[in-house]
């Protein structure tokens, strides 16, 4: 996995950001193309220029009689976005006795696995964005992000997101293969990312499987998952187990509404008092879900019993088999996560384990689970629900936790600092 953090000035410049980030490069190979002098084998050369996020480097594996590289091997491939690689043939640094003259002619490739199927302006500045990941070789995963405006209206600035089947160069937006629910619906239903037309700051997570988006726009965290989640099935069972999540099914919502308007990957709330939009997942038929865990009505809130993401979520548990235990009667996770007005506070606390080494939180996997028919679906990858365990200051937004060697980043879901609305994300 990789992962960037940063600032952009603007919602369109978070996109093309984001955008060449996925198509970062690394180095798989590299010749010589001045060999230098005063080299020796195991030297350490570091590719100089570019604008990495990781350096790339290679190890010297023979040298000739006056110490000029003949030949390298790669050490660390290193990451750069894509167009930020430096051209060949580029300069190195060595560690050794060398003479820093060495150049090489680079072979790059995709670092993180996503290839561009489209990138156009279609609206003043408004993109669509196509991405098709590769999966690691075993899915091909196409994605869509589309920014738009309601500059007249309700000021709003925000991405519409979408989940594909596939890529039809001619086609409209609407008209791509298998498209999920937005804005194209007469309903204009879907998944959006609230942000803003000015400075916002992002934490981006990409696998060739997945993109996690965090974003802080003004005092409030807007967050998406665009790609596969983790199927509890096989392949042929569960042949495409895509999710599209955002965090509002509004699509002129402002990152600034109501306290509970902006949800969160743990947590889905529709603001509208229906049972559709925030977030989506595609079934093992084909068919696009829903996933809301709550609607609002008025100041409250009010489970929505068919797809929703445990264990924030409230299904019938009683109602899945007994060899589903994390679903059917373990825990009675609404004592922890309740369900009602904005601020209510939650009956108890989930603290760790005296031998936890002091950590502040218990970091729950989320899962996607159904009532009709009953299935347990899939993991959204590397996404956890946690608890604060302790007055509001036990975790804020961007805390870092440690556990063993895992490291996690925590955040609130929009504006809501209830005990509840935390999740985090693990870096691999």
Known sequence: MAFKTGAAT?????????????????????????????????????????????????????????????????LVTGLYCNGSEPANNVATTTNGAGDNACTLTVTWAGALGWTQQRNTVYSGSDKEVILLGDGGGAYSIYVGIRSFNDAAGSGAYNWELVGLTGYAGGSAWAAQPGISPGRYDLAQRGAYVPLRNAAITYWFFVTNRRIICVFKVGTVYTNMYLGLANPFGTASEYPYPIAVFGCCGTWNTLYSTATQGISGLVDPVNITNNDDGVA????????????????????????????????????????????????????????????????????????????????????????????????????????????????????????TITIGSDVYLCFQQGSRTDFYSYFAIKRE
């Open 10 to 74: 603007s919602y369109i410049d978070a996109l093309n950001i984001l955008v060449s980030f996925a198509l970062a490069k690394e180095t798989v190979s590299a010749v010589v193309a001045v060999p230098g002098a005063n080299n020796s084998p195991g030297d350490i050369l570091t590719v100089v220029g570019g604008t990495p996020e990781t350096a790339a480097t290679f190890t010297v594996a023979t040298v000739d009689g006056g110490g000029g590289v003949l030949t390298v091997t790669p």
């Open 280 to 399: 989506y997942i595609r079934d093992s038929g084909g068919i696009w879900r829903s996933v809301v865990n709550t609607k609002m009505s008025g100041a409250n809130r009010s489970a929505v019993k068919v797809v929703n993401v445990w264990p924030v979520g409230m299904l019938d548990y009683v109602s899945f088999p007994a060899e589903d235990c994390c679903v059917a009667n373990n825990i009675a996770f609404d004592k922890y996560a309740p369900v009602g007005a904005a601020g209510t506070a939650p009956a108890y606390k989930l603290y760790p384990t005296p031998d936890s080494g002091g950590n502040k939180v218990v970091p729950f996997p989320n899962f996607i689970a159904m009532n009709t028919p009953l299935a347990v679906l899939a993991e959204l990858d590397n996404v956890h629900w946690i608890s604060a365990c302790a007055p509001t200051a036990n975790i804020v937004s961007e805390d």
